[in-house]
T-cell receptor, first 114, second 113 residues
Framework: GDSVTQMEGPVTLSEEAFLTINCTYT??????LFWYVQYPGEGLQLLLK?????DKGSNKGFEATYRKETTSFHLEKGSVQVSDSAVYFC?????????????FGKGTSLLVTP | KAGVTQTPRYLIKTRGQQVTLSCSPI?????VSWYQQTPGQGLQFLFE???????NKGNFPGRFSGRQFSNSRSEMNVSTLELGDSALYLC????????????FGPGTRLTVT
């Protein structure tokens, strides 16, 4: 079945450092890909999405490109801030005649220090 | 536009009891899904409802059930609670058109003692 694998955390970075969180997927068909972020004590917030190969999703300085050839959707940010500290989830959507569901990776915890 | 709302935010129940959680989707969203989040298993899909019908179901026992009302609001019920049901339960809604994304509520934190 469909699945998502993302790098284990925690990731600790200094403010203004470059961020990469790796995400690879296995899926039948052509899923949409997402990054969600979860701050402590809160639900998930959609960070960005890409719906087809070579699409680049971007939001708040974060970017990810849907790479079908490498089945990857790595999250990047050029200069992280303390406020970016959170848990990041990579997900893919399975949308079929049987309905819609998101498959999530295990999450990567990011801590940004001043 | 108001986001997805979930009530209650926190619940403490005793093993063997049952619990009902409520979710109000974003206005105009007709698809509502539920997920369970635990430290060990991560985020797992429970079920999806659309137009008052369960359209998709994850791999959970029959103790977990849900329903959707004509105004798209949804409830999920867990009967005969077990300690392992302690989790954050997240509701998400989507427009259900094309490749639209899901938006999540803040979750209900259920603790079973």
């Amino acid at each position: 079945g469909d699945s998502v694998t993302q790098m284990e955390g925690p990731v600790t970075l200094s403010e203004e450092a470059f961020l990469t969180i790796n995400c690879t997927y296995t899926a039948t068909g052509y899923p949409s890909l997402f990054w969600y972020v979860q701050y402590p004590g809160e639900g998930l917030q959609l960070l960005l999405k890409a719906t087809k190969a070579d699409d680049k999703g971007s939001n708040k300085g974060f970017e990810a490109t849907y790479r079908k050839e490498t089945t990857s959707f790595h999250l990047e940010k050029g200069s992280v801030q303390v406020s970016d500290s959170a848990v990041y989830f990579c997900a893919l959507s399975s949308n079929s005649n049987s309905g819609y569901a998101l498959n999530f990776g295990k999450g990567t915890s990011l801590l940004v220090t001043p | 536009k108001a986001g997805v709302t979930q009530t209650p935010r926190y619940l403490i129940k005793t093993r063997g009891q049952q619990v009902t959680l409520s979710c109000s989707p974003i206005s105009g969203h007709r698809s509502v899904s539920w997920y369970q989040q635990t430290p060990g298993q991560g985020l797992q899909f429970l079920f999806e409802y659309f137009s008052e019908t369960q359209r998709n179901k994850g791999n959970f026992p029959g103790r977990f059930s849900g329903r959707q009302f004509s105004n798209s609001r949804s409830e999920m019920n867990v009967s005969t609670l077990e300690l392992g049901d302690s989790a954050l339960y997240l509701c998400a809604s989507r427009v259900d058109r094309g490749r639209s994304e899901q938006y999540f509520g803040p979750g209900t934190r259920l603790t079973v003692t």
